[in-house]
T-cell receptor
Framework: SQTIHQWPATLVQPVGSPLSLECTVE??????LYWYRQAAGRGLQLLFY??????ISSEVPQNLSASRPQDRQFILSSKKLLLSDSGFYLC???????????FGQGTRLTVV | AQSVSQHNHHVILSEAASLELGCNYS??????LFWYVQYPGQHLQLLLK??????LVKGIKGFEAEFIKSKFSFNLRKPSVQWSDTAEYFC???????????FGTGTRLKVLA
């Protein structure tokens, strides 16, 4: 069966430090991969999505970037975190044009 | 640009009341439509989905939704809510042309016992 792993679950980082959140999917090939930020009252904001290795589409210009070095690996990064980067980040995958999205456990990032 | 609007941010109902949550999207092409639910402390899970065919879609736990193409709407309904339906509900749109998966801002439903 397919599973998605996202880590870490919680992270506290100082302002100006780098960030790397990792997401891996098992049990499927060539998934569509997504990074979202979830905030109360704002729903799930799509940050990045990828339909294949090395293919990244950015939705919101900001202090973050994403990479997909392998088929089932999706990484969210920042070179220098800002206070405003604090939030709850979710990774998700779907397959094909008609499948549902499956979500990781999420990462609660606090920038101090 | 694609977008999804959910008009009701907070809804409070008594048990056995009927529910209708609005969802409108903006996109000129073909879309796949979804409703997800997030119970407190849990992951999002799929309630129902529409791809083609009958615009009235039935999902789990007695929920249904109707796709009205002319109104760009996909409203969620349930004839009689239960206390256990207390959760946050998200409408989502997937566009096969762009592979974007866009979610609405969510509706928090509280059902009073």
């Amino acid at each position: 069966s397919q599973t998605i792993h996202q880590w870490p679950a919680t992270l506290v980082q100082p302002v100006g430090s780098p960030l790397s959140l990792e997401c891996t999917v098992e049990g499927t090939s060539n998934p569509n991969l997504y990074w979202y930020r979830q905030a109360a009252g704002r729903g799930l904001q799509l940050l990045f999505y990828s339909v294949g290795i090395g293919q990244i589409s950015s939705e919101v210009p900001q202090n973050l970037s994403a990479s997909r070095p392998q088929d089932r690996q999706f990484i969210l990064s920042s070179k220098k975190l800002l206070l405003s980067d604090s939030g709850f980040y979710l990774c998700a995958w779907s397959v094909g044009v008609s499948a549902e999205a499956f979500f990781g456990q999420g990462t609660r990032l606090t920038v101090v | 640009a694609q977008s999804v609007s959910q008009h009701n941010h907070h809804v409070i109902l008594s048990e056995a009341a009927s529910l209708e949550l609005g969802c409108n999207y903006s996109y000129g092409g073909t879309v796949n439509l979804f409703w997800y639910v997030q119970y407190p402390g849990q992951h999002l899970q799929l309630l129902l989905k529409y791809f083609s065919g009958d615009p009235l879609v039935k999902g789990i736990k007695g929920f249904e939704a109707e796709f009205i193409k002319s109104k760009f709407s996909f409203n969620l309904r349930k004839p009689s809510v239960q206390w256990s339906d207390t959760a946050e509900y998200f409408c989502a749109v997937f566009t096969s042309g762009t592979y974007k998966y866009i979610f609405g801002t969510g509706t928090r439903l509280k059902v009073l016992a």
